[in-house]
């Protein structure tokens, strides 16, 4: 894979991909955002990817825009019928995002779209569920 210049797109089609591609956009986001930001933005796509793979399935289409004025961001698309996002997203607003904890703080599960949230700049969802925009 070549490096990023203003647009990226690209489709993944079996979980054999998924070392290759978390190791692009990693190097993708190290030639681009400062190394503080690197490790939290690796999270926040491993749980985006972890996410599209076991709710919506493959293929899942990846997609990475650069820009001066809006920075970086980082779109994975998969193939489910997505989820309520309008519920999470009514609790995010009506009590903050660390309220996803609250009923998953110790399960091995539930805790992915918390863990964007605070490891990015911004998390955007289409109406669906099925695609979610990481901006950096």
């Known amino acids: 894979m070549s490096p990023l210049l203003q647009v990226y797109s690209f489709q993944a089609y079996c979980i054999d991909e998924y070392e290759e591609i978390v190791e692009f956009i990693e190097k993708q986001v190290k030639m681009i955002c400062p190394f503080k930001m690197v490790y939290s933005t690796k999270v926040a796509v491993i749980e985006a990817l972890d996410n599209a793979i076991e709710h919506g399935g493959f293929p899942i289409h990846i997609k990475i825009c650069h820009s001066e004025e809006k920075g970086l961001a980082i779109m994975i698309k998969d193939s489910g019928k997505g989820f ?53």
């Open 84 to 136: 309520l996002v309008r519920d999470k997203i009514k609790i995010i607003e009506e009590y903050g995002v660390d309220h996803l904890l609250k009923d998953n703080l110790f399960n091995h599960r539930g805790r992915g779209i918390y863990m964007m949230f605070k490891t990015v700049n911004n998390v955007l969802y289409n109406e669906v569920g099925n695609e979610v925009s990481l901006i950096i």
